[in-house]
């Protein structure tokens, strides 16, 4: 299994991106995914969740500006950006939940997307 990351770039205040996050190999179900990201120095924190029932969760730096969603039928996550922040720049990360049987789930991360916000 893979996760693959794509969609980031360098984008002016104000602007927006998304990214997205596309699970490939054998697949039996995905649980709760989530992104992360980590800011030069700066330890990885959370930004935002979607359980399989596509209830979501958002860090309070982000609320109302991002949004995450998923398409079960891609195998793929996403995460809208609006209103970029120069704060918001780091390497964002995808982060899964994922059954390979019913019985055996794993945990896995994407290799990361950078995003860049000038101001």
């Known amino acids: 299994v893979q996760l693959q990351a794509f969609g980031g770039g360098l984008v002016q205040a104000g602007g927006s991106l998304r990214l997205s996050c596309a699970a490939s190999?054998?697949?039996?179900?995905?649980?709760?995914m989530r992104w992360y990201r980590q800011a030069p120095g700066k330890l990885r924190e959370f930004v935002a969740s979607i359980t399989s029932s596509a209830a979501t969760k958002y860090a309070d730096s982000v609320k109302g500006r991002f949004t995450v969603s998923r398409d079960n039928a891609k195998n793929t996550l996403y995460l809208q950006m609006n209103n970029l922040k120069p704060d918001d720049t780091a390497v964002y990360y995808c982060?899964?939940?994922?059954?390979?049987?019913?019985?055996?789930?794993?945990?896995?991360w994407g290799q990361g997307t950078q995003v860049t916000v000038s101001s």
């Open positions: 982060n899964e939940d994922l059954q390979v049987s019913p019985n055996y789930e794993y945990e896995y």
């Open positions: 190999g054998w697949i039996f179900k995905i649980n709760d």
